[in-house]
């Protein structure tokens, strides 16, 4: 089972960036989509971007423009920058490895809050 672990969260004001990690050690086959994903307080988890194996990215509407997955393929880190960060955004945000030749796997969580 790939393990994910998430970092990089913090307190930030609003207009501020940060960038969060997720770093997979394990076995990783194609195809997988790796996923972040955020929960406010008393909200659902939402998915925020998703990239698959073969590099398509997927980002929510609300975070367009502003957020930017990537990877570093050496680490096995992939990446969330965050640029114009808004209240909005205030949440616990994880990754999740979606992985169609075996288990899938969630980080454990890096809490991220937008306050001036």
């Known amino acids: 089972q790939v393990q994910l672990v998430e970092s990089g969260g913090g307190l930030v004001q609003p207009g501020g960036s940060l960038r969060l990690s997720c770093a997979a050690s394990?076995?990783?086959?194609?195809?997988?989509?790796l996923g972040w994903y955020r929960q406010a307080p008393g909200k659902q988890l939402e998915v925020v971007a998703t990239?698959?194996?073969?590099?398509?990215?997927m980002y929510a509407d609300s975070v367009k423009g502003r957020f930017t997955m990537s990877r570093d393929n050496a680490k096995n880190t992939w990446y969330l920058q965050m640029n114009s960060l808004e209240p909005g955004d205030t949440a616990v945000y994880l990754c999740?490895?979606?992985?169609?030749?075996?288990?899938?796997?969630w980080g454990q969580g890096t809490q991220v809050t937008v306050s001036s």
């Open positions: 999740y490895f979606k992985n169609f030749r075996g288990p899938d796997s």
């Open positions: 394990g076995s990783i086959f194609s195809p997988y989509v």
């Open positions: 990239v698959g194996s073969t590099g398509r990215t």
